[in-house]
C-alpha cells in the first residue's frame, strides 16, 4: 500500500459538491457546564474522496461535533443553530426514524473501542449482516455473500472462517477492521471515524490508517477523521480543522497547517508535538548506579488449584541498568512486559524470581514488612491523573502521607509539600484543595510531587503523560526531566510513544513479548535499530518523516 | 485562589470551587428519599413517643373483647379486650429496634470481614466459603433452632435475624474493595509505605459507604418482615410482648370475625418497611456515582 500515501497526499483540493457541510453550527451544553456551548458557531466541508481531520485537545468539542452529525449525542446536548447538510439533505431537520435510515446507509461511524462497540456475545459475520439485514431487501444467502464481501475488502485474513468468531477471539486490530467493514456494508457516502487507531498498538495503527486510506480512496467516500494526535494527521488528512474549546481557530489543507500554522494556538499546539529525532542529552557519570536489575522473571498463572493453568512469561531475564541522573526509556507495545517490570520493581507486584538492586540491597524477593523502609527510595507516577489520587483527600493530604508513614514530622511534611508543589509549578495554596478542581496536566504535578515528597533514588514513570494533551505533555515532560536534574534521580520512563521517548531519555531499551531485544543510547537506537522490531515500530511512528514546524 | 506569581499559575489554573451541594442536600432534593424518609419518620415519631401517653398495651378489659374500631378503641380490641391501637404503637417500637440493630450488626461485622476478604488475598477463599455456608441458612429455621436452644428474647431473635444478613454485607464490600485496590491511588499508597489498616480505613473503606447505607436499608425492612413472620409463626419474641406478628398470630383465629386485629398491625409492617424501602431506593440513586453525577450536573 505504498501508493496510498502519494495520492493521500496529492487529492489535496476538495471534489466540486462536497459529502459533508456544516454550516455556522452551535450546539448547547446543559446548565452548569464549564462552559454554555459544546460547540460554537463552526464551519466546515466534507468533499468526496477526501479525508478531512478535526483536530484538538481534551475537551475542545471535536467528538460532540462527529456526534452532532451522527445525531448520536446525549438529549442534553443540543444543536441550537445552524446547519448539517449530508448530500443535500439538512440533518438536524431529520426525524429520529430518518437519522436511523441515514446512519448506516448514507454515513457511518467507527469508534475509538473496537471492543466495547462490537456486542461480545454475537458472531462478528452476523453483527455486520445485521447492517444489511435492515435496511436492505437482500435475502438471506445475498446479505451472507455481501457481508463475506466487505469483510475480504477490509483485509480480513481468512474471512470466511472469521464470519463465525466472536468479539473476544480477535485482536485489536481485528475488530477495528471488522468495525471499518460494519460502516461500509452500505457504502455510505460518508465515513465518520472517531479517534479510530487510540486504543492500538503503533504497528496496528499504522495498518488501520493504511486501511482507511486506501478505502476511501477506492469508494471514493468523503472521511470525516477525528484525532487528537498530530502524527496520525501528517499520516492521514487531506485537510485539517483545528478546534480549541468548541470554535474552529484555523483549517487549511495539510501541508498549510503541519507547516506554516498561522493561529498561535495552532502554532502551539503543533510546536508541542515532540520530534522523532532524539534530543541532544549530556553526558553521564556511569559510575554510580542506582538501579541494577538482574535476570528478572515474572510469570503469571501456572498454578491451578485442579490444573496446572496457562503459564504467561510477562518477563523474561530482563537485566537493566540506571544511574543517577539518567533516565532509561523502556518502549514496548501492549503486552511487551514494559509495565509488569516497573510494576515489580516498585514491588506492587512481587518478581518471580531474579534480582532488584537499589541502594545496596537487594529487594526483588524480600517480605513485605522487609520491603517497607526501601519504599522511600522507589517512587512511581501512574498514567491516569484522574484515577492517582484518592478523590476524597486532600492534594495536601496526599503528599504528606508518604513522608508521615516514615515519622516525618506533619509541620515538616507539610513545608516540604509547599515547597514541592512551587517546584512542580503549583501554588502552595492550592494544598487544601482536592483532586476534581485540577486539570490532568496538574494532577499528574501533584502525583510528580508526592512521588518527591518521599525523596526518592528512583523514579518511575510508567506512561506518565500519555493521558496528557500534547500541549500539557510537553510540560510535564519537561518538568520530569527538571527535577531528575535537581535530585539527582535515576529515571525508568515506560512508554509506548517512540516520540516521548525520542525527547527525554538517554538511553532506550526495547521490550517484545517479556524479552528486551534491542537496548542502547536513544540517538543511536533511532539512527541505526538493530532488532527487526525496533525497526518496525520506528518505522510505524505515525508521521515520522514529517518535520513539524516550530 | 489568592494572588501567586503569574508564573506559577500559567500553565493552567486551578479550577475555581466548584458549589458543590453536599450529600444531606443531595439526598433530600431526591423524592423518594424525602417522601419515604417522612412516612418513616412518623411511624418512628409514633412508635416512640406515643406509648408515653397511651395506657399498657396489656390492660385487659374483659367486657369490651373483640369490638371493632370506634372513638374509644381506634383500632378495636382483640379476644382479652385489649386495645389494639396501643399494642400496634408499642408493637413498632420491637419492629424498629428488630429492624435497625439487625441493620447495624450485620453492617459492621460484614463490613469488616468484607474489607479483610476483599484485601487480603489469602483471607479470601476461606472467608468466602464460609459466607457462602451462612447465606444457606434459612432465617426462620435458624431462629426456630436458636430459640428451642436459649429461649425466647429479644437479642435470641436479633441474632438469628442478623447471621444470615452478614454474607450479602460481605459480599458487596468485598466486590467494592476488589475494584478499588487496584486503583492507582491505592498502589501510590502502597509505595509509599502506607500500613494495611491505614490503607483500608484512608483509601478503602470510605468507597464502600455509599453501598453499604443502601444495602443497610433493605436490610433493615428485610429484618422487620422477618421478625413478624416469626411472631406470626410464635417462634419470635415472647408473647406477653406485643410485636406486630404477634398481634396478628393471635388475631388470627378471630380473622373472619374480627379482620381489624390482623388489619391494622400488618398496615402498620406494610407502611414501615415500604417506608424504608422507598428511602433505600432513593438513597441507591443519589449515591450511585452514576445516577448522582447527572443529578449535580
Known sequence: ?550 | MTATDPQQMSVDDVLPEKQQPSTFALMMRNRSVFWGGILLLIMAAIALIWPFFTGSPTEQNVISRLKPPSADFWFGTDFLGRDIFVRVVHGGRISLVVGISVAAIATVIGLFTGLLAGYVRWLDAPVMRVMDGLMAIPAILLAIAMISISGATLTTVVIAITIPEIPRVVRLVRAVVLTVRDEPYVEAAIASGTRLPAILIRHILPNTIAPMIVQATYICGAAMLTESILGFLGAGIPPEIPSWGNIMSEGRTYFQLTPWIIFYPGVALALTVLAVNIVGDGLRDTLDPRIARKMRA
Not at chain 1, 457546564?33 to 477526501?50: C, H, L, N, Q
Not at chain 1, 483536530?55 to 456526534?67: H, L, M, P, Y
Not at chain 1, 471499518?180 to 492500538?200: F, N, Q, S
Open chain 1, 1 to 550: 500500500m505504498t501508493d496510498t500515501q502519494v495520492a493521500a497526499k496529492t487529492t489535496g483540493a476538495a471534489a466540486a459538491t462536497p459529502v459533508l457541510e456544516v454550516r455556522n453550527l452551535s450546539v448547547a451544553l446543559p446548565k452548569g457546564a464549564d462552559r454554555p456551548f459544546a460547540v460554537e458557531d463552526i464551519s466546515f466541508t466534507v468533499g468526496a474522496r477526501e479525508i478531512v481531520c478535526v483536530v484538538g485537545e481534551s475537551g475542545s468539542g471535536k467528538s460532540v461535533t462527529a456526534f452532532t452529525t451522527m445525531g448520536l449525542n446525549p438529549k442534553e446536548v443540543k444543536p441550537v443553530s445552524g446547519e448539517i447538510i449530508l448530500q443535500g439533505e439538512d440533518l438536524l431537520k431529520k426525524s429520529d426514524a430518518e437519522m436511523r435510515r441515514l446512519r448506516g446507509e448514507k454515513m457511518a461511524m467507527i469508534f475509538q473501542e473496537p471492543m466495547t462497540a462490537l456486542n461480545p456475545v454475537i458472531k462478528v459475520g452476523d453483527q455486520i449482516r445485521e447492517m444489511l439485514e435492515i435496511h436492505t431487501d437482500l435475502s438471506a444467502a445475498e446479505q451472507k455473500e455481501r457481508v463475506l464481501e466487505v469483510m475480504a475488502d477490509v483485509s480480513l485474513p481468512d474471512h470466511v472462517k472469521m464470519y463465525d468468531s466472536y468479539p473476544h477471539q480477535l485482536s485489536g486490530g481485528q475488530r477495528q477492521r471488522i468495525m471499518i467493514a460494519m460502516a461500509l456494508a452500505l457504502e455510505p457516502g460518508l465515513l465518520i471515524a472517531d479517534e479510530p487507531t487510540t486504543a492500538l498498538d503503533v504497528t496496528t495503527q499504522a495498518q488501520i490508517l493504511d486501511l482507511i486510506k486506501d478505502i476511501q480512496r477506492r469508494h471514493g467516500s468523503g472521511v470525516l477523521f477525528i484525532t487528537h494526535d498530530f502524527g496520525v494527521v501528517a499520516e492521514i488528512a487531506d485537510r485539517i480543522v483545528v478546534m480549541q474549546k468548541g470554535k474552529i481557530v484555523e483549517q487549511g489543507t495539510r501541508d498549510e497547517i503541519l507547516l506554516k500554522p498561522q493561529h498561535p494556538y495552532t502554532k502551539m499546539l503543533i510546536g508541542s508535538v515532540p520530534s522523532m529525532t532524539p534530543s541532544h542529552r549530556v553526558e553521564i557519570d556511569k559510575r554510580s548506579p542506582a538501579l541494577i536489575a538482574q535476570k528478572v522473571n515474572k510469570v503469571y498463572g501456572g498454578t491451578g488449584l485442579f490444573r496446572k493453568s496457562r503459564e504467561v512469561h510477562a518477563n523474561k531475564d530482563v537485566n537493566l541498568v540506571v544511574h543517577r541522573r539518567e533516565t532509561l526509556g523502556v518502549v514496548g507495545e501492549s503486552g511487551s512486559g514494559k509495565s509488569t517490570l516497573a510494576r515489580c520493581i516498585v514491588r506492587l507486584q512481587d518478581p518471580t524470581s531474579g534480582h532488584i538492586e537499589v541502594e545496596g540491597a537487594d529487594i526483588a524477593t524480600i517480605s513485605e514488612n522487609a520491603m517497607r523502609p526501601h519504599r522511600r527510595d522507589i517512587q512511581i507516577v501512574f498514567q491516569d491523573p484522574y484515577r492517582s489520587l484518592n478523590p476524597r483527600r486532600t492534594v495536601g493530604q496526599s503528599i504528606v502521607e508518604g513522608p508521615m508513614n516514615f515519622g516525618v514530622s506533619e509541620a515538616e511534611a507539610d513545608s516540604r509539600a509547599r515547597e514541592l508543589m512551587e517546584i512542580v509549578g503549583l501554588s502552595p495554596d492550592a494544598l487544601d484543595r482536592f483532586p476534581h478542581q485540577f486539570s490532568g496536566g496538574q494532577r499528574q504535578r501533584i502525583c510528580i510531587a508526592r512521588a518527591l515528597a518521599m525523596q526518592p533514588k528512583v523514579l518511575i514513570a510508567d506512561e506518565a503523560v500519555s493521558a496528557l494533551d500534547v500541549s500539557v505533555q510537553a510540560q510535564v515532560l519537561d518538568l520530569l526531566d527538571d527535577v531528575r536534574e535537581r535530585y539527582d534521580l535515576a529515571m525508568l520512563f515506560i512508554t509506548h510513544d517512540l516520540r516521548v521517548a525520542a525527547q527525554i531519555c538517554d538511553r532506550i531499551m526495547v521490550m517484545q513479548n517479556g524479552v528486551v531485544v534491542e537496548e542502547g543510547e536513544t540517538a543511536k537506537v533511532y539512527a541505526d535499530p538493530k532488532h527487526e522490531y525496533t525497526r518496525s515500530l520506528l518505522a510505524a511512528a505515525p508521521g515520522r518523516d514529517v518535520a513539524f514546524a516550530k
